[in-house]
């Protein structure tokens, strides 16, 4: 899988998200190119944390992918040198999808090396950890 299809992905990913005003899709690829999780924001009651299974504070569609993905002991070696991919869609274009603080935090803490996200333009900005 290249970039353009993760976007892509993102995407479809987001205009799934259902009963919520803001929709974001996150999608997190290896250095192959390689599908390693993906995920969506979730409403504050339905939020799970993937790993321990208990309620967690992010709710943000990078840190689901991120725990889906530390979820399954085959992926958490993956995650190193990866790129996540967030997107926010408004009804015709991309919106702003800068990630937080804590979503940098969290994905450089499992290895993740680059986060590409939808930005106030409609374009696609990046962000090498």
Known sequence: MN???AIEMATA???DVYNYKSKHGAV???????LI???HNM??????????????????AEA???????????LIKKLKG???IVVRIGKTKLKNSYPCKHCIELATTVGISK????????NIGSLSL
């Open 82 to 84: 990866s790129t996540l």
């Open 115 to 122: 986060i590409m996200y939808s930005n106030v333009r409609g």
């Open 64 to 74: 689901n992918a991120i725990f889906k993905a530390l979820s399954n002991p085959k």
């Open 43 to 60: 409403k504050k009651h339905n939020r799970r944390n993937y790993l321990y299974g208990y309620s967690t504070p992010y709710d943000h």
């Open 28 to 34: 997190i690829i290896s250095e192959s190119g390689e």
């Open 37 to 39: 999780s993906i995920g």
């Open 3 to 5: 970039v353009y299809d």
């Open 13 to 15: 990913v987001a205009k």
